[in-house]
């Protein structure tokens, strides 16, 4: 069993910039796929940007390319999502999730606010 933690989230102004952060707890977190998603009010969940077990490869919806960075320690269990530019449709609940095997377990939330 996997427990995730998400952190990081705020309000900011447009232009700006916040870091998310995801601590992973249970399992061997170097073995996890992490991803993260984002949920806007009245909306369905949506893919934000993935990074595999060993950091080396990542992946980014075309929403947040060139702004969003996704990144991983594995020695300290946690996964971040590095945040610029950030446009008030960026607005929403940020969900961590971690793929082990076929299984996915998914944080919290932290709500992410982007006034312009």
């Known amino acids: 069993q996997v427990q995730l933690v998400e952190s990081g989230g705020g309000l900011v102004q447009a232009g700006g910039s916040l870091r998310l952060s995801c601590l992973a707890s249970g399992g061997i977190f170097s073995r996890n796929v992490m991803a993260w998603y984002r949920q806007a009010p009245g909306k369905q969940r949506l893919f934000v940007a993935w990074i595999s077990s060993d950091g080396r490869n990542t992946g980014y919806a075309d929403s947040v390319k060139g702004r969003f960075i996704i990144s991983r320690d594995n020695a300290k269990n946690t996964v971040y999502l590095q945040m610029n530019s950030l446009k008030p449709e960026d607005t929403a609940v940020y969900y961590c999730?971690?793929?082990?095997?076929?299984?996915?377990?998914w944080g919290q939330g932290t709500q992410v606010t982007v006034s312009s």
């Open positions: 999730r971690a793929t082990v095997g076929t299984d996915n377990y």
